[in-house]
């Protein structure tokens, strides 16, 4: 997943670099890639959340 967004943000890069503007399906592509960026943050986040309420109920009821 994050090999993709990096694939898809070095084409972005490069296509702005390019044509040294900003058409419509750039903006486009770069919005898609904000969201599918965001999504990763929030499964990274809910994961993390998830791992550390596993640690907090193992402490609190093993030890």
Partial sequence: ???MLLK???EI????IE????QTETIMEIA????????LTI???MFSL???HLY???????F
């Avoid at 907090?56 to 093993?62: A, D, G």
């Fill in 56 to 62: 907090e109920y193992t402490v609190q009821n093993i």
């Fill in 19 to 22: 044509e040294k503007s900003l």
């Fill in 1 to 3: 997943m994050v090999k």
């Fill in 32 to 39: 898609e890639w904000v969201h599918s960026l965001e999504f």
């Fill in 50 to 52: 998830t791992v550390y």
């Fill in 8 to 10: 898809s943000l070095k």
């Fill in 43 to 45: 499964k990274v986040i």
């Fill in 13 to 16: 890069i490069k296509t702005v």
